[in-house]
């Protein structure tokens, strides 16, 4: 239902019937952030902000499984503790350096941002993410971020919290991005915005659950090598045709940016 035109653009619906300025395309870019659109786990740069840029035995052996928001909350505890405060956090995360090619993907969204809905899903925290994405100058382009909730306490502490509660069994306990995905176009579509195409940009394994919900019409961009990827292709060889969308892995995003400039090419 969230298809306007599937299969057909809709200048091509409307050309010579007397419409001179169609409603051009509109897709939906849903990226990642960690590992996507920077080429580090931000969880993991923010250790550098520690005295001695490494965390104690005992916190390490503190994750398991199923809660790594639970363990970045004792992580943050840990640092603010050890004196980390917000423009320590800022530095870090404002230096995180992007992935290859993320610039030159921007700067090709940015020209042509009347035709795409941009977000951005991500289980790493608002405030980090905000930091980096207005440091790179691109955080305008986003309509929308979804990240677990941060903010700094009267102690100057960086806290975290839960994004959402669900009950995804494939999807760590704070954050399902497919849930997210589902409710998102949901609500898109209430506001009769309807997308003639989703792009998915991502890299882990919390990615491939969003990414299995694509229809034919879809893209899905994963990292190459990456938990994304691997998961796709595992797919593919256990349930041939199962994964619907079109897959098209990247190492550099101006691969990215290459097949979007050339589906803009073929619309009529």
Known sequence: MRRCCEGVGLPCLFKGVGMANPRPPRYLLVFDFDETIVDENSDDSVVRAAPRQALPEHLRQSLHQGSYNEYMQRVLLFLGDEGVRLGDFKAIYENIPLSP????????????????????????????????????????????????????????????????????LDCPSNMCKRKILTEYLAER?????????????GDGANDFCPSVTLTSADVA???????????IQEMEKKQPGAFQATVVPWESATEVARYLQELLKKKC
Not at 108 to 114: A, D, I, P, Q, T
Not at 190 to 200: D, G
């Open 101 to 168: 090619g993320m610039p030159e993907l921007f700067q090709f969204l940015s020209k042509n941002h009347e035709l795409f809905e941009i977000i951005l899903i991500s289980d790493a925290n608002m405030f980090g993410i905000e930091a980096k994405l207005r440091a790179a100058g691109i955080h305008s382009l986003f309509r929308k971020i979804f990240s677990n909730p941060s903010s700094f306490d009267k102690r100057g502490y960086l806290t975290l919290g839960p994004y959402h509660s669900h009950k995804c």
């Open 189 to 201: 579509a209430q506001e009769e915005v309807e997308f003639e195409r989703v792009f998915y940009v």
């Open 221 to 231: 961009f994963p990292r190459k090598c990456y938990p994304m990827h691997r998961m």
